[in-house]
């Protein structure tokens, strides 16, 4: 239970599944005829920066990871 409460094998990936999800639908309707280009084009772009912000916040947390200072005596 606690494996399915924590994301399971599916914990850090979430928000990248729920983003491409959400740009085959916006696709999807749009080839269906339910919105126009525009409308598509918006939620296109809005799930892509869901994804590239998610990207770069992890990329910076190994880039720049939190390490002791070393105070040097004089």
Do not use: C, N, W
Not at 18 to 43: C, E, K, P
Not at 48 to 65: A, C, D, H, P, V
């Amino acid at each position: 239970m606690r494996k399915i409460i924590s994301g399971g094998f599916m914990a850090g990936h979430r928000t990248y599944v729920i983003s491409g999800i959400g740009i085959l639908s916006a696709v999807g309707a749009y080839l269906v005829g339910d919105t126009d280009i525009f409308t598509m084009l918006q939620s296109v772009f809005t799930f892509g920066g869901i994804y590239f912000l998610r990207k770069s916040s992890e990329t910076k947390g190994k880039k720049y990871e939190k390490r002791p200072r070393k105070i040097s005596e004089q």
